[in-house]
């Protein structure tokens, strides 16, 4: 059973949305930090946001802070990533990923991934 499936990417205009899904299996949902990462061609694995499944606590990179929101809901064990006024910039492969952490944005402390799904920001 893959643990996390990633869902919602495609081809936006700038200044576009998209909302991405990440469906965990219940153990994995229940227990852990629930995080976003993404990974443009040729650079490395970047943090993007994470929220805790439990408190809802939240935590976003700066880049966009003001325009992408993280959000869980527990009866269906998803976690969904709101993605608002994106620019080219935003064009990445993303991966949503778990870790029993309690705050962390190190790629390395997460032990599940998804399979990834591409955003692709372009007029």
């Known amino acids: 059973q893959v643990p996390l499936v990633e869902s919602g990417g495609g081809l936006v205009r700038p200044g576009g949305s998209l909302r991405l899904s990440c469906v965990a299996s219940g153990r994995i949902f229940s227990s852990s930090m629930m995080g976003w990462f993404r990974q443009a061609p040729g650079k490395e694995r970047e943090f993007v946001a994470f929220?805790?499944?439990?408190?809802?606590?939240?935590h976003y990179v700066d880049s966009v802070r003001r325009r992408y929101i993280i959000s869980s809901d527990k009866s269906k064990n998803t976690v969904y990533l709101q993605m608002n006024s994106l620019i080219p910039e935003d064009t990445a492969t993303y991966f949503c990923?778990?870790?029993?952490?309690?705050?962390?944005?190190?790629?390395?402390?997460?032990?599940?991934w998804g399979q990834g799904t591409q955003v692709i920001v372009s007029s």
């Open positions: 990923a778990a870790t029993r952490s309690s705050w962390s944005t190190n790629r390395n402390d997460y032990n599940y």
């Open positions: 929220i805790s499944c439990s408190s809802g606590v939240s």
